[in-house]
């Protein structure tokens, strides 16, 4: 699912990792989306969805992080994302459907 990568993960890179493989697609979205520093407004009109599914995703992905609230998501996950970018990859393909 995501790119070979240039370096050996650390130990905390490797858990995000294994967090976000467990997303779905549509949480995965989301999440890539929080990260770029979006509202929920517009991250739901940019997925067209309603901004009570981006909600109920912006929970699910908490839990799964598990972190309580949107900063500690963005500071857990973004280095992670980041990191493919800085390396001149594509971006991690997203967790097949379930």
């Given at each position: 699912?995501?790119?070979?990568?240039?370096?050996?993960?650390?130990?905390?890179?490797?858990?995000?990792?294994?967090?976000?493989e467990?997303?779905?697609?549509a949480?995965?979205?989301?999440?890539c989306?929080?990260?770029?520093?979006?509202?929920?407004?517009?991250?739901?009109a940019?997925?067209?969805?309603?901004?009570?599914?981006v909600?109920?995703?912006?929970?699910?992905?908490?839990?799964?992080?598990?972190?309580?609230?949107?900063?500690?998501?963005?500071?857990?996950?973004?280095?992670?994302?980041?990191?493919?970018?800085?390396?001149?990859?594509?971006?991690?393909?997203?967790?097949?459907?379930?």
């Amino acid at each position: 699912m995501f790119p070979p990568s240039a370096r050996p993960l650390t130990d905390g890179e490797a858990f995000i990792r294994k967090k976000i493989e467990q997303l779905s697609p549509a949480q995965f979205r989301v999440l890539c989306a929080l990260c770029k520093g979006e509202p929920n407004k517009q991250i739901a009109a940019t997925l067209e969805l309603a901004e009570a599914t981006v909600k109920s995703h912006l929970a699910s992905i908490y839990k799964v992080l598990g972190v309580l609230n949107r900063s500690q998501a963005i500071l857990s996950a973004k280095p992670y994302l980041d990191s493919f970018e800085a390396e001149g990859s594509a971006k991690p393909s997203e967790p097949d459907a379930k």
